[in-house]
């Protein structure tokens, strides 16, 4: 599982981060030579002086052409 919260704060979207962390996720599973299978993913928008953009992503590193 990884998370992450947008530097831009209340300012940005979720996607972003989103985004980042499943390239992350995937370079991670490719050093191990597998590929990623996402099991989860979810963002949340910024409000602003409320709450920061996040997004978490659940994975998993699986053989290549595993079904």
């Known amino acids: 599982m990884l998370t992450k919260k947008s530097m831009g704060c209340g300012f940005t979207g979720g996607d972003g981060a989103k985004a980042d962390l499943l390239r992350e996720a995937n370079a991670f599973c490719a050093k ?27 994975f998993r590193c699986v053989a290549p052409g595993a079904p």
């Not at 996402?38 to 997004?55: I, Q």
Request: aromatic share 4%; with cysteine.
């Open 32 to 58: 191990q030579g597998k590929e990623i299978e996402t099991l989860d993913a979810a963002a949340k928008n910024g409000v602003p002086f409320v709450r920061c953009a996040s997004a978490e992503v659940d």
